[in-house]
């Protein structure tokens, strides 16, 4: 489906709802809005429930016939099992303060993308079916029944919220819709209402470790092919291990870095940092084809299936026999190791506090979890002045950095990112105030919604962020956007070319490898994307 | 239309007051049996289910960051909206509850021509907000100069306090002005601010016309239709003392007030007006964010079926060899093994 131009698409905001009761106004599935249904064949690969063949935009979404008996029984048991959920379902008060905080909200301008209002979709099940006063009292206290309508609708908006957590910072509760998607979704995959684009990877990285499926000679065969142009660009060839048993350091990267333009080029970077501390310092780093997969795409399905793909990270950890885990430039990776792994599948007690063992720094901020963020690593590593860097091969670029959702709401990772990019290159500026840090504007594509078939929602999702950086490129010709996460650089590309044209997207390490000597190198006439050198752009 | 109900249920419930206590005598039943039942409605329910979400349980540690996280030596953490100890997170708290410090951050958004998304700060709501909470409290505790007998010294203060503009006999409280205030503010955004008033609910209003009918109530008892206040206070003395009285010629209007606060007591343990509990044990908020460092601990968690990386060599073997991968069990043995089963 062919999707308006920007102009257009901007023009047809509007934030006012329309007239009459939310609950009277039934949602039609719009096409460019959702994701096709989950395969049956993924779903059964990881025995998830129901699977079969589905159309959304189908009346008949061939439900099993106790399906509001398992929805509700679903509901019952998680509002012990979370008390988040429970007080969130419990205390809302509508203030409306997350309403215009939400990028789907800004930016088509869909009243039941308000997080509010898409809490209240499974909220106003909770007092129907529930709570005593809402089976009395019914619509008079904000309850109604599950109907197939309703259902729908929560499986239509549910994948419509990318688990940003924006709005849980402006909630005078610290309501958290994430947390209430998670759920509700939870609930979805009960009776089988998923989406492809989770479901698949799902299946692929629980059986080949990555995302897309690739088996691992094949995954080895792309790190080989990243090191023939790293040789080609600066005469050096890195030589990575795999499923090296008795390495140092495990490296986890998401799988999107190895297989999707422009991460390939971070992961080069990761690549020419590891030779360099190999050959400086003899730092033994291995990648594993097993544990390849950095992100989880069973965060986006439940709680049982993250912890299910999350589990071989600290297996394969333990099999190789490392000393610690370092991880990759990820956004919802980085919210799983760093809020969920050590409950889940710790204690990793076979592991030793992370220390660097060229800095000789101990990351006391990761002494349970033993997983250090190869940004914090790198910081820590420029700082002590152990990288030899060349900035003026960055000199070409304006950049300005796109905090990542998790990475800055699930974590506070904000001043390692930045003294990196500052370390790299000279032209660095900040995005207006209201967009960074904490109040961070999702990519549009997060916890599994960076499919094909729904660009429309997507580009409206990406809005908020996309503009913000117009406004540098407008005023600072900004012309590269760094990120810290993988669906970022995947999702950002899309979109910043849509509403902004003009400006790239990197992670942070393609910027550390431009700027990275490496011993013997030869002169570089081009970065790692190909393109010429400050300063060789002609002959 | 959900307004108007709301409104129409609040007079209902005043008209009911006003036949029952004053037209049909009932005065024993509303000054009395009706304030017991509500206030141990209310202490039940609001324990009930502050207890109920205790007994959910925490299986993951879900903070909210909103500064920067604890990490490098060199890197100056915000230990207040990114708490990594318990001091932070009671400091956290402290803004939150006391100061409202997330809806202090409210911004509105505006969509400009020429492709702007602009944010502007947007505090009406966060003064408004607290305008009415923190006088509401104030009109609460200067209340308690009916219940106790010599009244304490810091409520007679807080009393001096709230009247000292001395405007008009009695003096006017300058609680009950900005309460009414706040509370219309409230109100109005509710009903003409589009998004809002797309997302409010009877449950919204309800609340809203019952306190402002407690406050007007109150104020027209104290200014309008004077009311024996020597027998209002022999009435709330014999409540907390639990001898109960009901003493001649306390006027209709005061059993009206005290019905409505009756109700307001029993509709807050089934209402959205427990986010006053609530705030308390909100995850986000009240957790420190140092779940790297120190691990929480899932009382429910319990062990799933995972890609073993046996399965995963057996599956690959052949291609992992071919491509110089390492494996554990060298591809002969296998084959020979599997030989031997056949």
């Known amino acids: ?539 | 239309m959900k307004a108007i109900y709301s409104m129409f249920l609040v007079f209902a419930l005043i008209l009911l007051a006003m036949i029952g206590a004053g037209a049909m005598g009932m005065e024993y039943l509303f000054g009395v049996i009706i304030p017991y039942l509500a206030v141990v409605v209310f202490i039940v329910g609001f324990a009930a289910k502050v207890v109920g979400w205790g007994k959910a349980a925490v299986p993951f540690n879900i903070t909210t960051t909103c500064g920067q996280g604890k990490s490098l030596p060199w890197i100056k953490e915000n230990k207040i909206e990114n708490p990594s100890s318990t001091g932070g997170v009671i400091a956290r708290m402290f803004f939150e509850i006391f100061l409202f410090r997330s809806l202090f951050r409210n911004s509105k958004v505006e969509l400009h021509d020429g492709q702007r998304v602009a944010y502007s700060s947007s505090k009406w709501l966060w003064l408004f907000a607290i305008l009415f909470h923190y006088t509401f409290l104030v009109i609460f505790l200067r209340h308690m100069r009916f219940f106790t007998e010599p009244v304490p010294f810091p409520f007679e203060m807080l009393d001096k306090m709230d009247s000292m503009l001395q405007i008009g006999a009695p003096a006017l409280y300058l609680s009950s002005v900005v309460a009414i205030a706040a509370l219309s503010y409230l109100l109005l955004r509710r009903l003409f601010v589009p998004s809002v008033r797309y997302i409010s609910q009877p449950a919204d209003y309800f609340p809203l016309f019952l306190i402002l009918s407690v406050l007007v109530s109150g104020i027209m008892m104290r200014y309008f239709v004077k009311t024996d206040i020597m027998a209002v206070k022999e009435l709330t003395m014999g409540l907390v003392t639990f001898r109960p009285v009901v003493p001649e010629g306390v006027g209709s209007i005061f059993y009206v007030h005290l019905f409505l606060v009756s109700v307001l007591l029993f509709y807050f343990p089934m209402s959205k007006l427990m986010h006053m509990g609530g705030v308390f044990l909100s995850p986000t908020r009240n957790m420190p964010a140092n779940t790297r460092e120190v691990r929480h601990v899932n009382p429910w968690n319990y062990p799933v079926k995972v890609h073993t990386y046996e399965a995963y060599e057996d599956e690959f073997r052949e291609k992992m060899v071919e491509a110089d991968l390492p494996v554990v069990k060298p591809l002969e043995e296998t084959v020979e093994n599997a030989e031997n089963k056949e």
């Open chain 1, 1 to 539: 489906m062919a999707i308006e131009k920007p102009d257009v698409l901007f023009k047809n905001i509007s934030h006012r709802p329309p007239q009459g009761d939310w609950m009277d106004v039934q949602s039609k599935i719009k096409p460019g809005r959702y994701c096709y249904a989950g395969d049956p064949e993924a779903l059964e690969y990881v025995g998830l429930p129901n699977p079969r063949k589905w159309n959304p935009l189908d009346d008949d979404w061939k439900l099993p016939e106790n399906w509001q008996e398992i929805v509700i029984g679903g509901l019952k048991e998680r509002l012990d099992r979370f008390r988040s959920f429970k007080i969130f379902m419990d205390v809302c008060v509508r203030c409306g303060a997350c309403a215009d905080k939400c990028h789907f909200f800004i930016g088509s301008g869909d009243p039941k993308n308000m997080p509010v209002l898409r809490a209240e979709l499974l909220r106003s099940i909770y007092r129907g079916e529930i709570t005593k006063a809402g089976k009395i009292l019914g619509r008079f206290a904000g309850g109604r029944k599950l109907t197939e309508e309703v259902l729908k609708e929560i499986w239509y908006y549910y994948y419509q919220c990318t688990e940003c957590r924006r709005c849980s910072v402006f909630c005078p509760y610290g309501i958290d819709q994430a947390e209430i998607t998670i759920i509700g979704r939870e609930l979805l995959n009960l009776i089988g209402l998923n989406i492809d684009w989770i479901a698949k990877p799902v299946a692929n990285c629980y059986r080949t470790g990555n995302h897309l499926g690739i088996q691992p000679h094949a995954f080895k065969d792309m790190i080989d092919f990243f090191c023939d142009d790293i040789e080609e660009v600066c005469g050096i060839r890195p030589e990575p291990t795999f499923n090296k048993v008795g390495a140092d350091i495990l490296f986890v990267t998401p799988s999107g870095d190895v297989f999707a333009d422009p991460g390939t080029y971070t992961c080069m970077g990761y690549l020419m940092l590891f030779h360099y501390l190999k050959e400086e310092y003899g730092l033994d780093v291995t990648w594993s084809t097993y544990a390849s997969e950095g992100g989880n795409f069973g965060f986006f399905t439940s709680h049982e299936m993250m912890k299910r793909l999350n589990a071989k990270m600290y297996m394969e950890a333990k099999r190789l026999g490392v000393k610690w885990i370092l991880g990759g430039e990820c956004g919802h990776m980085w919210r799983v190791i760093h809020q969920y792994m050590d409950t889940m599948n710790g204690p990793a007690d076979f592991l030793e506090t992370p220390v660097s063992p060229i800095t000789g720094t101990k990351f006391q901020s990761a002494a349970s979890t033993k997983m250090v963020h190869i940004v914090e690593f790198t910081a820590d590593l420029i700082k002590n002045g152990k990288l030899n860097l060349d900035k003026s091969r960055n000199a070409n670029i304006k950049a300005t950095f796109h905090d990542s959702c998790n990475t800055s709401r699930g974590m506070g990772f904000f001043e390692e990112p930045r003294y990196i990019i500052k370390n790299v290159l000279d032209n660095f500026y900040e995005m207006p105030e209201g967009t960074t840090k904490e109040q961070t504007f999702c990519c549009g594509g997060g916890s599994g919604l960076n499919a094909g078939e729904n660009e429309e929602i997507r580009m409206m999702g990406g809005l908020p962020r996309a503009n913000a950086v117009k406004f540098v490129h407008d005023r600072h010709d900004v012309n590269m956007l760094s990120c810290i996460c993988a669906i970022d650089r995947a999702t950002l590309t899309q979109s910043v070319n849509y509403w902004v044209p003009g400006v790239e997207v990197c992670g942070l390490h393609e910027l550390v490898g431009n700027a990275l000597v490496l011993p013997g190198e030869s002169e570089r006439e081009t970065d790692l994307r190909a393109e010429p050198l400050p300063g060789k752009e002609e002959e």
